[in-house]
């Protein structure tokens, strides 16, 4: 059924017990679909590939008939061309949005990051990206709300002591967006990167090194401290400039003495690479693995004995007026950190 539609022929068309398609004149494939109740939209029947397709332009009187004519023009422009409309529609009604572009990423990509890095990342995107973003589509995100959501990262959030600006966090959450949007390109969720190129906050590097002074006050708090399994991965952090997670996840079979190399695993490492660090003569004097009184086995970590976890330092509280530990659980020493904690060690790096 074809005529010329007009606002009065589609006011005045009357609904059959089964929805009815009434086609322009004008434009080829346009026309208005009337349904059992009433209800009046425009359509846009085409062919692509050899199967028909029928696009909802948009429901009368929200859309006048000449409006709903023009944007059939524009659409069956875009089919000439090769496009098609309704699948591109429905592609982008499944597209995803940012929260699920999170969940992908924590999941397809941060879980081969070490857990430190990891944790630090999902606590980022879950805090300060998720809540801003979450339900807009991962394709729509545009530069302008990259820089508008740094900018806010970066003036820091209300606390007890006001607003404290945080633009090195602010950096790493546009590096993580950065990562994230380059695998939203790889999985076809969009075809760009919003967050390339973002203006990064300026960062000043820390340069803090203990003077001679300073680490020979730590070295005798070291020597006289009761815990000196803890004691021995601090001199060993002064000695070989490791991070304190190397330190802490060390086993005594990963050092060659005889060499002097520390041989860190690839697991324990930033880089997740073996490394081969040579030791100086100081640090492969260090005390061998003691044993452990409880069990009578040779404890293989260098910090934490032959326990499998490591203190949480909500159980560890320093004494005031005291170096000793309250709260420790039965046989188990405390951390590193903890160990630094205690005013044996703190005074070390007062002035004299």
């Known amino acids: 059924m074809k005529a010329h539609l007009t606002e009065r022929s589609v006011k005045g068309l009357q609904p059959k017990q089964k929805n009815i398609i009434v086609y322009d004149e004008e434009v080829v494939g346009f026309g208005v679909r009337i349904t059992s109740g009433g209800t009046r939209a425009f359509i846009l029947t085409y062919r692509i590939e050899a199967r028909e397709r029928r696009l909802t332009i948009g429901a009368w ?41 999170i969940d992908r990423y924590l999941e397809e990509h941060a879980a081969k990051l070490a857990k430190r890095n990891r944790d630090d990342q999902a606590s980022m995107l879950r805090k300060l990206v998720e809540p801003a973003w979450g339900p807009r589509k991962a394709a729509e995100i545009q530069p302008d709300d990259v820089d508008r959501l740094l900018r806010r990262i970066g003036g820091g959030t209300p606390g007890k002591r006001g607003r404290k600006p945080t633009p090195v966090r602010a950096n790493r959450v546009g590096e993580i967006l950065r990562k994230m949007f380059n695998l939203a390109i790889r999985w076809r969720i969009r075809s760009d990167n919003p967050a390339a190129g973002f203006a990064r906050n300026a960062e000043a590097p820390r340069d803090r090194y203990l003077s001679s002074n300073e680490i020979g006050r730590l070295s005798a708090a070291l020597d006289t401290h009761p815990n000196r399994r803890a004691a021995d991965a601090v001199r060993l952090i002064l000695l070989t400039g490791a991070r304190r997670g190397e330190v802490l996840c060390a086993r005594w079979d990963q050092f060659d003495l005889e060499a002097a190399v520390w041989i860190k695993p690839a697991a324990t490492t930033k880089q997740r690479r073996l490394h081969r660090a040579p030791i100086s003569a100081s640090a492969a004097a260090l005390p061998p693995p003691r044993f452990c009184a409880r069990s ?48 044996s060690l703190r005074c070390s790096f007062r002035a004299a």
Request: proline share 11%.
């Open 296 to 343: 009578g086995c040779a404890c293989p970590k260098i910090a934490h004995g032959c326990f499998p976890a490591r203190p949480k330092a909500s159980r560890f509280r320093t004494s005031s007026g005291s170096g000793k530990m309250s709260g420790r659980r039965p046989n188990c020493p405390p951390s590193v950190s903890m160990i630094c904690a205690t005013p």
């Open 61 to 101: 009187p929200d859309w006048s008939v000449a409006a709903a004519r023009e944007e059939a023009k524009r659409l069956k422009r875009e089919i000439d061309q090769g496009r098609d409309p309704m699948a591109e529609r429905d592609e982008a009604r499944e597209s995803p949005n940012v929260r699920q572009l």
